[in-house]
């Protein structure tokens, strides 16, 4: 409810400053929404992914277990064998078919340094596929 008390001249004057109050308001909205929704764009979405078509590896037909003992031996298969002639067991084993994995064993009680030699040796004769083997732990 505005009154005018002045009844002198109606010509208004010129304002050139912008008026910036509405544009600040909208800005204001803006950031408001943009606050709440910036959250809800970074939660996961549930997707129902689709499953993958591989095949898993068939088992060799004769695997070939190199076992290392607790007193640090080894073995492949029944075989005992020493460490020199490691390589050549392995190419008597396989059939010096280098693609074929070899199952390593190892009793819990065996350093983890005593096993990495172990692949050593076996790296160094070209064996490059070793598949360490451990039992299943049931929850």
């Avoid at 050549?88 to 070899?102: E, F, H, T």
């Amino acid at each position: 409810m505005g009154v005018k008390l002045q009844h002198g001249d109606d010509d208004l004057a010129e304002n050139h400053e912008i008026n910036v109050t509405p544009f600040i308001d909208v800005i204001l909205v803006l950031l408001i929404i943009f606050m709440v929704a910036a959250p809800l764009a970074t939660v996961d979405i549930p997707v129902n992914l689709p499953a993958a078509a591989v095949e898993p590896k068939p088992r060799p037909e004769r695997p070939v277990f190199l076992t290392v003992k607790s007193d640090l031996s080894l073995n492949i298969g029944e075989e005992v064998v020493e460490r020199v002639s490691l390589a050549a067991a392995v190419d008597r084993a396989l059939a010096g078919n280098k693609d074929q994995p070899i199952f390593l064993r190892a009793d819990k009680t065996v350093p983890y340094g005593e096993v990495m030699e172990v692949m050593n040796l076996l790296r160094s004769a070209g064996y490059l596929k070793v598949a360490l083997v451990a039992l299943e732990k049931v929850q």
